[in-house]
Every structure is written in structure tokens, then in C-alpha cells.
């Protein structure tokens, strides 16, 4: 089910939302929507990050989820984006990358070396959790350094 809502500024939504059963190729899929977004809203400096960190979110549904069932929410902001994946699953999300050469749990710290900012909440009343991330966009500092300049 897609969810979309216009912001009053802009011909584009503020916020897109889906849910859907993840597969092992939903991931490329889901960061080509989220690039068209990020296209849109003039943020294409943020499409490598929060593809990488979305990709990490959606392999986690689809390596710890039974049923594999997720929800991605988009959300605009003058700031940047923050990408929310609701699952099923109660396990809070762990990183816990201690082998060098294993094969997981690295996802959690790429995601944080990516991104500005990253957490999870549990759902209130049913078994989940939403794992969430923020990209900002990194505005050049006004002339001047920000400083007031006197006109005299």
C-alpha cells in the first residue's frame, strides 16, 4: 500500500510510504525510489549515504524478519530525509560485528558511519520495532561565517 502526501511548496511529496514483503533483490528496487525522491527534492548528495543505509535496513528484514514483511517511510525536511523500515520482529536491532572476517553484523555500523543520526523504536502495542536513519544536506555557510556584518 503506497502513501503519499503533497507538501503546500512543492509538486513533489513531502512523504512516500509502502509496505511490502522484501525479497533478495527489493533493495535495489527501494533505492531507486528513494534516488527518484532525492531527485525531486533537490538532495542528490544524499543518494549514496541513505542508499547504503537503506540497503543495510532492508537486509536485516530480510536475514532476521520471519515473513519478511517491512514498511518504508521517506520523510522530507528542509534538513534532509529520514528513512523509517518498520518490521515485525521484537529483537531490538544489534550490531554486533566481533569477527573480522565473518559475513554480518556490520550492517548497524555502516549505517551510523553513513548517516547523521540513527536509532529504533519498539512499536507501542504489538511486537516491531522501527529502525530509523537521518541524512542531512550540508549547506554552505552564509558569507561572512554566519557573523552579522554592520552596514557601517
Same mark, same amino acid.
Not at 20 to 29: D, I, K, L, P, Q
Not at 47 to 75: F, I, K, Q, S, W
Given at each position: 500500500?503506497?502513501?503519499?502526501?503533497?507538501?503546500?511548496?512543492?509538486?513533489?511529496?513531502?512523504?512516500?510510504?509502502?509496505?511490502?514483503?522484501?525479497?533478495?533483490?527489493?533493495?535495489?528496487?527501494?533505492?531507486?525510489?528513494?534516488?527518484?525522491?532525492?531527485? @525531486?527534492?533537490?538532495?542528490?548528495?544524499?543518494?549514496?549515504?541513505?542508499?547504503?543505509?537503506?540497503?543495510?535496513?532492508?537486509?536485516?528484514?530480510?536475514?532476521?524478519?520471519?515473513?519478511?514483511r517491512a514498511a518504508l517511510l521517506m520523510l522530507w525536511s528542509a534538513d534532509g530525509v529520514r528513512v523509517e523500515v518498520t518490521?515485525?520482529?521484537?529483537?531490538?536491532?544489534?550490531?554486533? @560485528?566481533?569477527?573480522?572476517?565473518?559475513?554480518?553484523?556490520?550492517?548497524?555500523?555502516?549505517?551510523?558511519?553513513?548517516?547523521?543520526?540513527?536509532?529504533?523504536?519498539?512499536?507501542?502495542?504489538?511486537?516491531?520495532?522501527?529502525?530509523?536513519?537521518?541524512?542531512?544536506?550540508?549547506?554552505?555557510?552564509?558569507?561572512?561565517?554566519?557573523?552579522?556584518?554592520?552596514?557601517?
Amino acid at each position: 500500500m503506497n502513501h503519499a502526501t503533497d507538501p503546500p511548496h512543492t509538486a513533489i511529496a513531502a512523504r512516500y510510504g509502502i509496505s511490502f514483503t522484501v525479497g533478495e533483490h527489493s533493495a535495489r528496487h527501494l533505492r531507486r525510489i528513494l534516488r527518484a525522491y532525492l531527485i @525531486a527534492w533537490e538532495m542528490t548528495e544524499l543518494n549514496d549515504a541513505a542508499g547504503l543505509a537503506l540497503t543495510e535496513l532492508v537486509a536485516n528484514v530480510v536475514r532476521h524478519v520471519p515473513g519478511r514483511r517491512a514498511a518504508l517511510l521517506m520523510l522530507w525536511s528542509a534538513d534532509g530525509v529520514r528513512v523509517e523500515v518498520t518490521d515485525t520482529c521484537p529483537r531490538p536491532p544489534l550490531s554486533t @560485528a566481533v569477527d573480522e572476517l565473518g559475513e554480518g553484523g556490520r550492517g548497524l555500523v555502516i549505517v551510523e558511519a553513513v548517516t547523521d543520526r540513527w536509532g529504533w523504536t519498539p512499536l507501542p502495542g504489538r511486537a516491531g520495532k522501527t529502525v530509523w536513519f537521518e541524512c542531512h544536506v550540508k549547506r554552505d555557510p552564509p558569507p561572512g561565517g554566519g557573523r552579522l556584518r554592520r552596514p557601517w
